[in-house]
């Protein structure tokens, strides 16, 4: 089973600024079989990047995923408000597939 | 639109069983794969089952494998997880997530319901 491992554990940041965010697996993700997903507090996961770097549909041109083989980073350019929340990572290269356990960003 | 409502939730004891569904709108369940992913309170997500879009072949994590079934009726175009001798580290949000992919193993996930809550305990 690929562990994925995300840090930090959580981001204090500001409005406006950058944000970078990892995800380190175990073992390869073939094929950059990697996911990115937003969660706010209450509601269900939502699908950002695809594939590392594809965004997915609706999604906002400031997040940005790049990475491959073992390390992965999720870039927001410019934080908004909404985008304080939870950011989980997910493989699907290999069975099972696993999440990292999430990185939580938060107003400064 | 795609859309994802599960049910069938509940408090139940341990070693007890409990079906969850997943209705589905907006697209034919049955031709996508399709997966059960649960959050236990303020944890992570854990992916829990699967099934796929084509020849209806099925996987489980090795947490539930032999307790948990997952299948779906495509005339009710609805996913469902049959979850039986419960334990408490089963205490989750289940939310069923579809697949973007027709064919192939399970993949991502680019529709999730609001998830159903499901309670074991005594």
């Known amino acids: 089973e690929i562990v994925l491992t995300q840090s930090p554990g959580t981001l204090s940041l500001s409005p406006g600024e950058r944000a970078t965010l990892s995800c380190w697996a175990s073992?390869?993700?073939?094929?950059?079989?990697l996911a990115w997903y937003q969660q706010k507090p209450g509601l269900a996961p939502r699908l950002l990047i695809y594939g590392a770097s594809g965004r997915a549909t609706g999604i906002p041109d400031r997040f940005s995923g790049s990475g491959s083989g073992t390390d992965f980073t999720l870039t927001i350019s410019r934080l908004e408000p909404e985008d304080f929340a939870v950011y989980y990572c997910q493989q699907y290269g290999s069975s099972p597939r696993t999440f990292g356990q999430g990185t939580k960003v938060e107003i400064k | 639109e795609v859309q994802l409502l599960e049910s069938g939730g509940g408090l139940v004891q341990p070693g007890g069983s409990l079906r969850l569904s997943c209705a589905a709108s907006?697209?034919?369940?049955?031709?996508?794969?399709m997966s059960w992913v649960r959050q236990a309170p303020g944890k992570g997500l854990e992916w829990v089952s699967a099934i796929s879009g084509s020849g209806g072949t099925t996987y489980y994590a090795d947490s539930v494998k032999g307790r948990f079934t997952i299948s779906r009726d495509s005339s009710k175009n609805t996913l469902y997880l049959q979850m039986n001798s419960l334990r408490a580290e089963d205490t989750a949000l289940y939310y069923c997530a579809k697949d973007p992919r027709k064919v192939g193993l399970p993949s991502y996930f680019d529709y999730w319901g609001q998830g159903t809550l499901v309670t074991v305990s005594s």
């Open positions: 907006g697209f034919t369940l049955s031709s996508y794969a």
């Open positions: 073992q390869s993700v073939s094929s950059s079989h």
